[in-house]
Structure formats: structure tokens, C-alpha cells
């Protein structure tokens, strides 16, 4: 398990670093990350190294027993580079530079920058290769964060041209399938092609949208390449590995993870300013992280603070860094670094709080990271090994995603938010859930889950179609089937190519008007549950409806269907379910589906707190998550220990304190 | 009568098309609209030119007895002209070029986008003059939309420059009528003048921004006769005409009608995204439409199903479409076109919905459909040669509507929206109203209603003297003369030159905060009657007061006054009246002009049917339209038959079904 | 006492000029201000110059009695003038013109532009310096309205570099006191420094924005100095003003008025459109110009009309322009002109109202400026020589306002609404204050308030210390302390170096989420009191709590604190507190500091009547105001008689009528 900070030596007086040091190791630390955005320190002009100051840090960090994660830092070109290449900054979608002052003032695709990219990235790569202390390295810095993924200037103009040129061969292949007919854009030649940019009104041609957005996506992951290649080939022993950021959906995570030794994420539980912050984004974005590479990973960034640019977000309570981390842990992260280490007294992230406030002294906030240190070191040999064991998974999908950016369909509709509303249904039930690529092996699971999934591959379909036919559990929705790859629609009565899986045709369809919504009814159940956002006119052709529309000119027509296929299942929704439907027809499916694992666990928990597992080989980890600040209730039902504390937990009731955690092993089995 | 489509062949596999035909046969339709975006087919590189596809799809709907209007297609010029001619983008206020992706990416005043014009329009005319399956033209589509009028490039600046030149002749006489000695904007020659572009406020010389209106508006009537004048010469038999856009404002579609053989407007009666449609907006912009030659018009896109760019509007329920086309024809539609025959399946518009689905089967809206158009075969001879007939008039000035987007006084004041509400007055009552230019003939008529005329000429002033002298009612409310027709404030007495005839001076005035309201008192009535947004402090001078403001410092003072003038009377309101105030007023002003014809007609609706006539020599051809989804008891005093269903209604209450239409004939007088 | 308007000859046809003087002049008036936008007129083409109307008209005006205020009309280059120097154009963030077409359309630090200024002021001080009827000068006019202050054109960068060379020397002294290492964005030459303009992401160096906001300043300061200089050349017995915006906060207004002769502001009471106008902010910005010189100064523009561009803002009831000139002249203003004499017929203000309609009638505005004008002769003499004398004062800086707004801390926070909350406790208690800048001399005061105080220089920091251990009382509150002058924040514990004078440590802080707040208990007192928007977690160290938090985690610490130090008291406030608890403990504090004086005047006022007073050498001038429209009863402890009406005033209650002014003199004393 690694445990430590993110730390900025080049902020504080050499004198500092030694009390910085000795505190971490008295926190159980024994890792740092450094090093990521100090490229003026490490070359202050062009061709002036300067590495004494972090071979110093590096030293003195192992000589303490803490490794370093270094990081690469072309996040932040210095200014003289910068000046002698101006065209390396990105431009926006009117053409206006995206100067300096910030950060990522670069672009991807900006020939430029790939040389002095090479040369500083060998030279610390060349240096601390063979450096005992350090063990791995983060490329850059949250590729596309602040919106710096998609850039607008000339050399990705170019750079899309022949990203396009090597999709399609052939121009009118493009033409066709981008359909440029429509409003007479023919392309005669690739460097008419233009970007996305600004036009008379802000409609452009959906296949171009989506292929700008992949090739966007591509650019980064071929400029992560660069670097991963030059760190490899010095230093093939040393993990490599980037901060991405959960859900954020600019950059296919799933393509850019594919070269990384290991997976990381930055993990921000309270950035949002909310009131009421719901653990199960932080959950869902831990699942999704773990999803891309299908093994652990680890928080490279993770809250310690109230976060801060010019405006500060929520102080963290007494308590609440503790529960973070036991969440992160038990969703998979095998290494926590907090950021960060102390409050830094400059810059635009001067308010951006830390472990240690501004004085640098031991509070609050350091004593609650040092007993989950000793905790850790407790509790270190039983999570080695661990991992999350899902039978069920949702399959996240960046072009769907894009899709829906590009085109949401409803007003303020939101893929993300549709996406972990189902989400939330097996977070609330303790049903352990992967998130994983459509391109993943469908085989392993009993239940696949696939929201607003309006394009799909002709591969994917037929891997759905065999996965329900072998016997699995199909979550499809509105919308499904409605696009080919290429974002055209598809010529077929809806839902197009899911049809014969599904047993229904969709004659019909359209949105809701904001907040309103349509009255469904379900065999058996009195409630008046409802839909909304959307509605489907379906006719069944084989399927047996769930839950009926009540309401309007579509009144009597099914919202949800089931259709057996094969030895399985196939489910289609048509409508935004609220929350006590979506329950309703969730649960069925998942006790169908045999996926309701948690809840035969022997361990009850009321709403809020939170129960997940990590499995070894012979034990089960149970960690029981209090999100309250409330004392809970939870009725075990055998004998349990709670590894952190080491205490003993009787059948029965135990209370568990407000933002609490235990972490169980079971000792004597449940009856049941 | 016209019935028919928009229609895209060059969307379509060429073995569709005739399936196409004969299906659109089958719904009755004689007519599609073609080729308005297909430059790039039809000149896929510079000089070379296909028109053998348009020949093949005109000759296939001749031969089904489908008359074709063909547009020409210069909304969408070319990639390869736009990359040979980048000059021609418009540009933003800030000088962003508006660039390729979207349509209508030209400036009207490019020198250089003329000679491309003249090439395609003259190949098309001139191919397509003798063909008799080509009945019309539609010129470019719908200028102006998505704020395409008004560029801010060098062309539009020079081109401004000597439309000044032209107009003022003097440059001192500009700046004298502009009042330039404000904030030292005296300009000493044309080349001077700058156009309303980014300043460090946004805050320009109103009479400035009301000339670059006029300009822009002028610019594009200029653009559109290039056009005729090339397809008149090859074509003079064949019709022309343009897709105007109702009450969309920045074109003068007085102007812009002046040399078309017949206007035309794209109706979509649920593009906005609300949840209860007002029915009387469309009727509205119908009147508008037919009052732009004072004659009957084509629908040439009406709304088939859901609009849609990247969000979709609300689907159309079943009977909406018949009970919108009907409307249509009410208020003297002669040709009704859809928009558009089937879902495209990519570009911007591929959500924009159509009469067939994406799959391009019959569907409910295909059959909905197809019942006008057998319903419509039935009726064509009655219809032929009936128009509306109406006795009161609304004048609808552009400039002063300009006048009012550039100061709207108010805050989120609408010049249309207080426009509406005195037409929803008439509408609700089963008046029929003509809307026209205040340059149009008054004489005919026995009401009209100026709403915020703040700007007129001597003339205009003049001819309403005459025609309240004459014998005539007028309506004039708040700003009325307050200035003249430079957009200059008159350094009179308010209401200015309407002082006399109007029997009051202003002494003073001012806005009310938001959604405040001052209580007005009606003589011989007990309702706490509301105006808000303005008051005007009236201080009667030979009028007599209909209202009276009872609360805060002008309690006491009129805010409706009324002054006979001759054999007429001219009535004066100082607020905007609530609706119950708006309805007492003018109930008691169109009986006093004896322009309450419809509810003499023996036809009684409830509120949400409305009723309106088109007149032939003989008879009268009443439409019922129930623009409710509920059932309206309607109470006929006559005799009547239902013209489309061929039903006989009798004396007494009959059922009009919810979305119902009756195009009722008397066959029995009332007993009135 | 000056008494006069704004007028712009230069609009109106010299037949009318006799009219308006001697209108003017029957209405009392003494005063106007001509010229500050007529460049135009004065200077038609480089070089040609036309003063013979300016002569004519001030000629005009001495004959009247009336003198003259001489604009220099900088603020409006002609066209001809930017036609040749372009550069001369302000930028914007994004590199954007900020075009012709408005006014304050140039640069400050445009060197192109001053040879013009240089040129034109000199003819104009030369030209007028001898002028018997020129009694003054106003620079320009409202330096940095609409967001002219801040320009990022070339000029302004290289003048920001040689600025920050100027006071860094050493460029490496500038990268420690700004931080520059924090994201690799050390500067190597002064030539590399940018402005804070457009990057990825809005959120710049700390230290730069500030340093920004001081340089841009400091270039106003430069620009006005240019031209004070130049007219003391010649006229150095006529006074130097500008028209400065009360609590506008762009330009350093104590820096602004160090070479003035006098201080001037623009008052516009109801400019902001809002049911219900706070009379407290006049009051205060009244109280800020004061501040400047510490001394009377002049509304150089004074609301006569309702205020307008493209909107109108709500129109003065009878009675307000009175009220509102007698609150100016009770917070010191020596001098009142309207703004303006009459409706302008043209320009981007023809909807600013004035004294006259555009009518150029009487009306009823100029009655009630004629009554005010008759009374202002009958009190002349008793206003001559009176001023305000506080024992309190707010420290207003410029400083941290500037590092609060590029920092707000908490979402929509404003520093000056903090501000104003403190101001108006005072105000509404009768409480006079003064509004000093930090480099003001303190010890004359008993009570100082610095709100938000984050940033304080040693010198600062140690006349505080000096300020209580004398005997002073002093508030600070949340975030004092936390930051040095360069926007860095201090490695101290919290309130850093006011630790040892308030004799607390402020463990942890945090933001409260938009509306929430929490409980606070005072011993005591049972209400419900509440902190919002802010927590500071207190641990005294000496001090005693004066109101403690009860809720959240730091329930039982301290919301205030008040501590003795030396023969003072220096209290911290460590939350937004809500109106009552803010009463509660400023009721405590000005009782203990001796500073609530009016309440022991005798004369008591209901809440919505204002009570403040000039003091001469022998008596104290009472203005009772009551800004209600609703009569208010004044209970009166002595005798006293109405300076403005003669009227004796008994002892007991008098009613003072809604939007009455009283000019109180004690005749009688009270009796306590």
C-alpha cells in the first residue's frame, strides 16, 4: 500500500525540507510525487540544467524511507521557450491565443514542442533511472483539464487532415459517411476539412464533431506516448503511470490507460460546492478508473483540504479525510497520495488547502492522515492482493458520451448524469460494479448495463446479441440503436439493429418539456410512479411489458419491456425512470440476474452508509462506510472484526459513529 | 391549391426516388420544393456542373403529376468558392470571421460572391425555364436566419459608407440628423463612419444603429433582386418567391416582397419549446405574411414533426398537423409545403423531423397527412379564389420595431411581444385583422392599432389625421411621436405631432420596476384593473379619459383616453394594460369602429376554438379550429355544413373533437 | 454654496442659450459645467480650432451670475484624431479593438495620444486661464467608467513591465514576491512579464493581478497629472477637479485626488433599478469623497431625471431631487450641479433625463430645483464654513479590495457589501463617519472598523498596535491578517501579525454554502443569532468571546472576540454576522469606544428617517431626512427652528411630511 503526499520541495526554503521529511515518515508516509510542474527550476533557460536541487529532495526523501513518483513537467513550458515558439500555445474556437499566466498553454499537435518535450524528459528520465528512490513516474499533468483538449489553431487543422486521411483512404468515403451533402459541404480535397470551429450558427456536421473529438483525444494519447517511449526505454523497470480524472470526458481514459503501467486519478470528493455531496460520484469515478486497465490503481491527487482558485470549496469536517481514503481503498485504490503537503503561500492555487495549513504546523488535519497511517500499517498484508469481484458491469462508452456532448437531445441533458442515475441504483444496493470499455470481454459478467447507447459497432452488437444469448442479463434504453458509428442515423425502425434482442419496435418518440413528466403504471403496484425527459412509443414484438405508460396520446404502451433471448434477458427502458420505478425494475433485474452479491453478505446497513468489498483469495474484506454525520445502525448478522481498530463485533446491532469506517472480516458466518 | 413537400433527392439513393413519388401521389400532394442547398452537386468544382440528377428527379415528379419550386442554392456556397474566396465570411462585431460548417456563411455585400451567383442562378434559369414540371422559384432560404443579416467585414463597412452617401448626399446633414456632436462623434467624411461594432460600451448613436438596420435590411432586398432579375429574364412566366420567417424582424419583408410574385413563410407553430403553444402566434404571422402584398400566400416549409438541431422540440401529437394546416389555409394559405418529407439521416438536421421517420416507412404522420390531402381535393373549388376580409388593421413598422431593439426602454421589453398582445385581443374575439406597413393605404379600413409608434414621418402623420377625419377609429399608445423618423427624440410636448388629434399633452413618464403594477379605476366598473411596465402622466386637452390611474403620484391622471377628431375618434393608452383592461378597452373600441363581424356570424366558440374566415363573392367559408385536446361544445345558430367531412351540423351545440377542424358553409341564415 | 447643472451649449441652437441662462439664473443657480465631450466642436480637423462658441456661451453666462466648471474633453478623441493613431484604441483581454462609436475610446498609456491632449489643454488653459467667469477645471470625465481602467494593448504591456522594473529593481525579487516558481512561470527579463489576459484557464498569479490593478491606477493618476499640470501652468488659481464614482473601485481615488484642488462625484441615487433604494448608499459614498481630501468636496453630477441608455431607470417622485440634494449637501458636498440641464434630442443618452423635459419646458423638476435654490440663498451663509465631524472612521483600501475581487473567496462575495453592512450600522444609528484610507493619519479617531482586512503593510500593522495600545478602539475581522502587500499569504498562524493585538489564533477557516449559516449564542440574550458566508475556528489567547458558535464541528468557539490591549480594545469578528447580532455588538462597541454621538442630539428619528450634521465653529447644523414616502414623526427634546423653511419646531412630537427635509438649528438645547 502506498501512502504519502504530493510535495513541491521548490516551494519552501531548503531548510524546510528536512521537517517536511521526518513529519511525513511520522504520518506513515512512504511516498511522494514531485517534480511535476518545475520545469523553470529544472531548466531555466533553454539549455541550463539545473537537477542538484531535485537529486537533494530525492535523496533526502529515501533516505527517510519515502519513494518518488517524479513527474514529467511539460504541463508548464517556461516562458522563454514559450516566447521563442508562440505558435505552441493552443488557440480557441475563434481563433484567439490562449496565452500565458496558467497552465497546459500548449498544444498537442504543436510540432514545436515535441523537441524540447524529448530533451527534458531524457535528461530526468536518463538521471533517475537507476535512482533507488524513485519508483515511477506521471506523465504531464491531467491531460485536458480546464478544457485543453481541443484546440483550434492551424497545426491541428493540418494534424486533423491527415488524422482523417488515415481513417478514411478515400475522401468521398468521408463525404458519405460524414453525409457533407447535406447543406452542400463536399470536401473536394482533405485540406478543405475544416474544424469545428466558429461558424453563423453553432451547428456543425455531427460526424465531423465526433471524428474531431476522437481525433482530440487521439493527439493526447499520442503525446503521452512520446513520453512513456523515451521513459521506457531508460528507465523499463519503472512504472509509468498519468493523473487522469475520473469522469471527465474529453480523453478516451480507456485508450490513453492502454500504454500505462498502472492506472491513477485524482480524487476530489468535495470540489463541487453542494451542500449535500453524493459518495457515490466519488465511488462510480473510483469504479471507473479501476475499470480502465480491469485491476487496482491509485489516487494520485487526493483531497486533504478545501480546494481553491479564487473561491473555496467546503472545509473538510473531523473525520471526513479518513472516510475518503477507506473509500478509495475499498473501491480499489492501492496507493492514496493527499494533496497536498502544505498550503503553498503563492500562485494561483494559493488558496488550495492542504494537510498542513499555511504555518506549516501539525492541526487538525495531519493527525487524522497520521492515525490513518497507522491504521494502514495495520491492516497493509490484508489488502495486499485484494481486489473489487463484480459480476456486474456498466459499460461507459467516450463515443456515446461525445454523441450525446454533441448533440443532447433533451435541453441541459447530461449523458454523465443519466449514466450514474443507474449507477446509484447498485451503489445504494451494495452491488459491486465494474465500468468497463464495450471493447471489453463481455463473458465474465451476468449483468451488463449500457445507458443511452445510440451507436454501437457491428461487433458490439453481436457481442451483446451473444452475450444475452449465452445467457446474460442486457440493460438497454432510449435511444439504443438509433446511430451507426459514424453518428448518422440509422435507417431502420427504431431500435435499429437491437431489435430482434430487444422483441419490440419503437414507432415513435420524443422529449419531455423540462420538469414534466408521464404517469407510468405497473402490474401489482399501486405507486404513481413516472417518467420523464423522454418517451418511447413502443410496440411489443416478442417482448412482455414491465411498466406501462398512463398518460397522454401513448397511454397504454409499455415504458419498460423484457425479452427473453436465448438463455437470457434483454431490457429495454424508454423513459427517465424515477428513482422508485427505477428501484422497482432494477431490483427485478438484478435478483434475476443473480448479481445481488452484498446484501446476502450478513452485514445490514441503513441509507447512507455505504458496503463494499474487496475479495483475497480465502477472505472478503467488508468495509462499512458511514457518509453521515450521523451514528448508524448496522445489524450483523455473525461475528465480525473490524481490522482498523482490531476490535470485536458481536451478532447484533453495532453502532458505527458518524462519518465511521470499519473494515470486517468475518469470523463467525452468518446464519442464513 | 399547392400540396405538397420539401424535398432532398440528393440525400437519397437514387432507387428510392420513386417510391418517394409515388407515396407523396398517394397523399395527394402536387408540388415539392427542391435543390435550395445542392450547390455542391450541381457544381462540384469550380466550372464543372451535373445537372443531369435535378433533370431525372424534375422529369420522375413531372411525370407524377407533382409540380416542382426550385431554390436556387446560394444559402450554401462550396467549400472550393469559400477556400478561393475567403473575403465573403461575415463577420462578428469583434471581426471573427463566421466561418465554414453551418450555412449562410456569406456576406450580402461581397463583391466577390456575386459573379458565383449570377453563374448558377443564370445555368438554372436558363435549363429550367421551359420545363413544365418547374412552376416557381424560391430565392436562396430564409435570409437572414440564425442573425445572418447584420456583418461587420470591410465590404459591409464601405457598402454602409455609400448607402450614407446616397441617402444623406450631405455629410454634414448626417451628422446633423444623427446629433454626432454627442461625445465628439462628429464625422468629417463618409470614409469616417464606422459601423456599430465593439466599443468599450455597448451603446451607439441611435441614429447610427437604426440606419445600419436599414442598411442591412437594404442589403439583403439588393442580394435577393440580383437573383430575379437574372431568373426573370430566362423565366418571366414562372413565379418567384422567397421563405420569409413571420415575425422575424431584421429583414423589412415590405421591402423584400416588392419584387416576388408571391410571399411565402416557414411555419413552425411548435418550434419553441414551451408547454402550452399560443395558437395565435402563427395566426399572427399568417397576417403578417398575406399583408406583404395584401394578397393570399404559400407555407412553404410548415412544420411535419419535431424540430431539432442538437436538442429536439416537442413531437407533434396526432391531429396536430391537419389542425395546423387548416389554420394555415384560414388565414389564406393557397399552397402548403412540409417540412420535410423524411428524417434525414445525417448533417446538422438529422434530428429536425419529418412526415416519414428515418426508416422511411408510412407512419402516423404519413397518414395523418394523407387524410388533408384527400380532404383537400374535396374542398380545392371552394377555396379557389377565397380570401380573408378584414376591416381593421394593425401596422407593423420594422423601423420602429428597430427602434425598439435598440432601446428597449424596458428592461427585457418586447416591441412584438406588446404587438401580440393587442393582436390576441382580435384573435380571441374572431376579429380578422390585416397587418400592414404604415406606407400602405389606410383608406379601406375602419380600425387600426398602432402599437409603440415612437417614430413617424410627416406623411404618416398626416395621412392618420385623415384618416381619423375621415371617419376612421385609431389606436395609439405610450412613446407615440416621441420621435421623428431618424430615431431622434422630438423636442415637443409629448405626444408630439399626435397632439391634437389625440386631445392630450404627456407632461411626464417612466418605466415600472419588473413585474410592478399600478391600480386603474374604470368608471361604472368595480375590477382591480392593472397597467404596468409604463405610465404616461396625461393631462387631457379635449379628450375624455376611459381609465384612470388610482395609485402612486399620477393618481388621477388618464391612462386611456379617447378624442373624436372629425367624423373619427383616436384613442390614446399610457400603459400596458392587463388583459382584463385590454379586452374592456377594445371591446368597447371595435364596437364603436363596427369591426366586430365574427361574433355576428351565428358561430359561437368557447376560448381555445378559433374561429375564421376566408370569403368568395357568394359565400363565406368559416374555420372552427380547436386548438384544445378536449372536446368544445360549439353553438351554431344556422344551419351549417362541414365542408371537409361533408357532415350537416344543425341548429344548436355540436361536438367539435379535440385538434378538430370544421370548415363550416352556411346552408341556413341565423336568425339574427 | 455652488448650485448649478450640467450644459451642453454645443447641442442646442444659440437662440436658445439666452433662455436656458436666464432660466437658469431664476432657478438660483450659480453654476454650470460646459465642454467635457466637445472636442469635436473645439478642434474640427487637427489643427483647426473653433473656441469662438465656447467664448460666446461663457460670456453668456458671466453676464447671468453664473460661473463657469471648464471640462477638458479628453474622453472624446475625434474621429479624425483615431483615424490616424488607431493605436491609440483600448484592448481587451482577448486582443479585441475596442472601437469608435461610444466614448473613453483610448489607451492611457497610448504615447500617440498625448502630444493631441497636450495640444488641446494648453489651448484651452491659455485660452481661459484670465476668464473672470472660469472658476474651475474638470479633467476628463469618470476616469474608468464602463470598464475603461484596464487595457491589455501593446502599450499598456510594456508600460506594466517598465512599471514592475521600476518598483522590483531586481527582476528575481519580483519572481520570490510573486511566487513565480508555482507553475513554472518564472520570468527571466522584464520584457517576458504578460498582462493577466487570456489564458486556458482565468486564473492568474496572484501577485500579478494585483500588481495589474495597481499599475493600471497608477496610469490614470499619470494621465490626469499630464493635464492638471499643464493648466496649473496657466491657470494656477483656478481650481483642478474630477468628477470621481463613489465607490467605483477601478482607480485608486485617494491617489486620484492627491494633486486635486478638489474632490467631485457623480450621484446618481436610483440609478440602479431596484423597488427600493437604500438611502445608506449615497450616504456613504457621500462620505468616501469626503474621505479623499478630508475635507467638503462637490457633486459634480447630481440625478435630476430618470437615467437611460437603451433602458430607462425609474423616473424621481416629487420630492426626491430635493431630498436627495439636501443628503448631498449634509454629508459636505459645498457644491451641487444637476445632471443636466435638458434632454438631449440625440446621442447614446437621449434617454437620460434632466432638469427639463426635451421639451425644454418648466416643469415640474425645475420647480422643485427652483424651490431648493431659494432655500440654499436663505442658509448660505450658516452652510458657508460647516462640516462633518466624525470621532469614527472606516479604513477603506483600495488594495484589499483589489485582492477581494480577484479572490472573492466565496462564491458572488463583495467586499464592498461587507463594507457597506458595517457603514450601515453607523448610518443607521445617526453614527457620522469618516472613510480614511489606511495611510491616513489615525489617532483622531476613537473608533476604527477595517473590514476584510487581509493585506496590511508593517507600517500599517504597527500605527494599529499604536492605534489601541493609545486608547483606541478597533474591529477587524475574518481574513485579517492572512496575506502580506504582495498578495502572498503569511506562513503565520492565523490572524498572523495581528495575533498578539486581538489575542487570538484562528486554528481553521472555511466558506458556508450560499445561504447557510449557523447558530451563534451571545450569554445573555436568547435570539436566534446567525454567521453566514464565512467561519473562522478561534482560539483565544487572551481575548474574551463576545459570541460563540452553536452548531457545526466548531460549535463552542468563539464567533467574536474582543481583547484589551494596552489602554484600547480590539475586537475580531469571525463570521458574516447576520443584521441583529451585527446591532448587538456594534450597540457595545460604539457605546464602549464613545463614539455614538447623535443619539444624544436630542432629536429622534424613526428607522427610514436620517439624522446627520455639519458642525461650525458655534452650532451644529441638524439634517433630519426623511426618505419614506410616508409622514414621520420626530420627537424633539429642545426647541429648534427649520433653517430651510423658518418654521419653529416645539418641543415633543413634529411631523415631517414623506421625502421632508428638515435644516435643524437648536434654539432651545434639550434637557438631558
New interface residues.
Partial sequence: MLFGVCYYP??WPEERWGTDARMMKEAGMNVVRIGE?????LE??EGEYDFSWLDRIIDLMTEHGIRVILGT?TA?????LM?KHPEIY?RDK????????????YCYNSASYYPYITTIVEKLASRYASHPGVMAWQIDNEFGC???TRCYCDACKLAFQVWLQGKYGDIDAMNER???????????EWL?V?L?????????????ELDYRRFASDSVVKFQKLQIDLIKQYAPHQAVTHNMMGAFNEVDDFELSKELDIASWDNYPNLM???DVNPAIAAMQHDMTRGLKGRNFWVMEHQSG?P????????P??GELRRWTYQSIAHGADGILYFRWR?????????WHAIL?????E??KYNETKQVGEELKRVASLLEGSANASRAAMVRSFDNEWAFE??????NYSYMDHFTSYYQYFYDHGIGMDIISPNDDFTNYRLLVLSNFIMATDDMVERLYAFVEGGGSLVLDYRAGAKDWDN???????PGKFADLLGITV?????M??D?TRRIKVEGHDEDYRGGKWFDVIVPRGAESMAVFDE??YAGSPAVTKHVYGKGTAYYIGTELDSALRDLIFNEISICSKVAAHRGSGIRVPHGVELVSRVKVDKTLWFVINHTVKAADILLDGVYEDGLSGRKLAKGISVLEGNGVWMLLEIEAPSE
Same sequence: chains 1, 2, 3.
Avoid at 343 to 351: D, H, P, S, T, V
Avoid at 406 to 411: A, C, F, G, L, N
Fill in positions: 521548490e516551494h510542474f518545475a520545469w523553470s527550476k531555466p533557460r513537467p508548464t513550458p517556461p516562458k522563454w516566447d493552443m475563434f481563433g484567439h491565443v490562449r496565452g500565458f499566466g496558467n497552465r497546459r498553454h480546464n478544457e485543453t460524414w453525409g457533407t451533402v447535406f447543406w452542400s459541404q463536399i470536401y473536394n478543405e475544416v469545428p470551429a466558429n461558424t453563423p450558427f453553432p451547428l456543425h456536421n455531427p460526424g465531423l460546492f453542494t451542500r478545501q481553491g482558485g479564487n473561491i473555496m470549496f467546503p472545509t469536517r473531523p498550503g503553498c503561500l503563492f500562485g494561483a492555487e494559493q488558496f495549513q499555511h504555518d506549516g504546523k492541526g487538525r454533441i448533440q443532447p437531445h433533451i435541453m448518422r442515423m440509422e435507417p431502420l425502425t427504431l414507432e415513435e418518440y420524443g422529449v418539456y423540462k414534466d397522454d396520446y
